[in-house]
């Protein structure tokens, strides 16, 4: 049961998990561990789903913007580094 992804599929994967981890430490280095209370309260709410034997996306959707919380975050840090590149005075 492996995955069948192209190569440019793989790729794609590999950097929006990048882009999640740049946002993952952009929060850490601005906010410690305030940033990263997100993360955990969707560990624990599919933690919690999991024990609880819950199935189904309707039970997974208050958990499901914390994904999409830390890309952004990773798209604006590089976005502002790449405006302190280019920009710079």
Known sequence: MGWNLDWFNSVLVIIYLAVIAI???AV???LRWVGLVPLAFSLGYSLANGVGRFSG????LPADWISYFYFGIGVAEILA???D?????
Do not use: A, I, S
């Open 23 to 25: 946002g993952l430490g």
């Open 57 to 60: 996306w309707r039970y997974d």
């Open 85 to 89: 590149f280019w920009c710079e005075k």
């Open 28 to 30: 850490w280095k601005r």
């Open 81 to 83: 580094q790449w405006v």
